[in-house]
Every structure is written in structure tokens, then in C-alpha cells.
């Protein structure tokens, strides 16, 4: 498999126009079956990472999931992390902010979910919903309580891009890597995926009326979306725009960043020194003689 990720990394403090970006790519896969072909290889590679990432306990690996609705975040969640040993990773999914988290900085429900070493941590939305929804709905920053002199619509964003920065270089400082990706979707691809799901009686569970109010506000969350990657892509927590309107070739673009985020981290196994090795030697031996 050929897949170039610089293609898809969002240049570090660049001027991004998503209108630049391909919301559709040459599909990697030339069938469906070389598809399922293609993901079980990347998925056992996966697998083999992380065992090796837990063993070695030095990193942390966070995976940052934005998109608008429909874009396939639970899919490719599901789908490129399908092999992951459930002990070792760790799925949270932030939707309207409570009563407490709206008590607290913008950072806090977040921050208390951040993966520990030798984990790999997931977020499907995360603290950048603060520069994305709230920016484009400023209404909501009433209930978040702020003193007046702070809610400033000159200054508040670049002061949210700068905090979400300084975090990041500060867990990046302590082993932590982080990924984040923007799965770019049409405007014209999300209408075809929200008839299908009114039209699967099995799919209206993921269809709501909130869905198509957010719709009339795309040109407004692109604008949003576009500031927001130019002023945190980072060299130590880059963005990847994933062309979204194939699932399938999206979710292969993924496995193949977060592998090459796991090739880059030079893992090895713990390494048994002499006198551990004694000790095991002499276990062994107890155990044999047992009677």
C-alpha cells in the first residue's frame, strides 16, 4: 500500500482554505474485497503496535476525531481500531457540557481523560469544539459564565487556539503524541447520508432535526474549521484534512497515520537484565520440581 500521509498534514501554522482540499481522493483500494484486504493488514499491524506500546509504557497516544455530522467518525473508529485490545485504549465521546463541566475552564472535562502511558486515548470531538460550534453559535458562551472583560469576540479565539497549543506541547513535552483528524466531507455527500439514514428504518436512531439546523450553518463551520487547523497545527500534534466522501478509503488513510505516529516512536520490548533473568531461572526451576 501507497499512501503518502504529508498529502493530508495540515502545514504547520499555514493559511488552510478547506475549498483547496479534495473531499474526495484516487480511491488505494481497486475493489471492495482488496479494501477488507488492505484494512486487515493495517488492523494487525495495529494490533501488534499497541501491544508493544503497552509493554513499553514510556508514550501516550492520543487520536483527536472532528467532523461534521455524518463524516463517519464512529465508523472509522470502529472499523480501524476493531483490533485493539480493549484494555489498552480508552473511547471518550463529549457531547453538551454539564452543569460541573460548565463550572470549570474549557479544558477540565477533557483534560481528565487524557490517556495514561502505554494507552492509546480517543476522542470523537473534543476541547476543539470550543473553537468550532461555540464560535459559530457565540450564544453558548453565555453559560459558560465567563467574566465579562474575557469575552471578548477579538480575542477569544486565538486565546483558545493558544491554550489548546500550550497543552499540547506540554503533553507532548511528557510522552504523550497526539493526532487529530478533520474528516472532510462534502456538503453534497452529507445530504446523500442523511436521506439514507431517513430512508433505513435501522439508521433513524442516528437522524435529528438538530442535525439539519446545524446544516444551515455549514459556510459558517468551514470558516470555523479553517481557522481553527491553520493556528493548531503543530509540529508535535499535526491535523490530517482525510478526504471523507469514500469511508472506506478515509479509513485507510487513518490506520496508515496512526502507524506511521506508533513506526516513529522507536518502541522496543522491556529488556530482562541478569538478575531478573536469575530470578525467573529459579521460579522456573520451583515450578518443575513441583509435586
Not at 476543539?128 to 469576540?153: F, N
Not at 522507536?266 to 536469575?278: G, L, W
Amino acid at each position: 500500500m501507497n499512501i503518502n500521509i504529508k498529502n493530508f498534514s495540515v502545514p504547520v501554522k499555514g493559511g488552510l482554505k478547506l475549498d483547496d482540499w479534495p473531499t474526495r481522493v484516487e480511491p488505494i483500494y481497486q475493489s471492495k474485497h482488496e479494501y477488507k484486504k488492505l484494512l486487515k493488514a493495517q488492523i494487525a499491524e495495529l494490533s501488534e503496535q499497541q501491544q508493544l506500546h503497552y509493554a513499553n509504557d514510556r508514550h501516550a497516544l492520543l487520536l483527536i476525531f472532528q467532523a461534521m455530522d455524518a463524516a463517519g467518525k464512529d465508523g472509522a473508529i470502529k472499523h480501524v481500531m476493531s483490533g485493539i485490545n480493549p484494555q489498552g485504549c480508552q473511547v471518550f465521546s463529549f457531547k453538551r457540557p454539564s452543569a460541573i463541566e460548565l463550572d470549570h475552564d474549557f479544558l477540565w472535562r477533557t483534560t481528565q481523560c487524557l490517556p495514561e502511558r502505554g494507552r492509546i486515548g480517543i476522542f470523537n470531538r473534543s476541547y476543539y469544539e470550543e473553537v468550532l460550534v461555540v464560535r459559530v453559535h457565540p450564544k453558548i458562551l453565555d453559560s459558560q459564565k465567563l467574566p465579562g472583560d474575557l469575552v471578548d469576540p477579538d480575542t477569544i479565539w486565538q486565546q483558545r487556539y493558544q491554550s489548546m497549543v500550550d497543552l499540547e506541547d506540554h503533553l507532548y513535552r511528557n510522552g504523550t503524541r497526539i493526532v487529530k483528524f478533520f474528516l472532510h466531507l462534502s456538503k453534497d455527500e452529507q445530504r446523500r447520508r442523511f436521506l439514507a439514514r431517513i430512508d433505513d428504518p435501522g439508521k433513524n436512531w442516528k437522524f435529528s432535526s438538530a442535525d439539519i439546523e446545524e446544516r444551515r450553518y455549514w459556510q459558517q463551520y468551514m470558516q470555523a474549521y479553517e481557522a481553527c487547523l491553520s493556528a493548531t497545527s503543530t509540529t508535535t500534534a499535526p491535523w490530517y484534512v482525510v478526504p471523507a466522501d469514500d469511508k472506506k478509503n478515509a479509513r485507510l488513510i487513518i490506520a496508515e497515520v496512526i502507524l506511521e505516529t506508533f513506526r516513529s516512536l522507536e518502541m522496543q520490548y522491556p529488556v530482562t537484565d541478569t538478575a531478573r533473568r536469575q530470578e525467573l531461572l529459579a521460579i522456573r526451576e520451583q515450578l518443575q520440581n513441583e509435586k
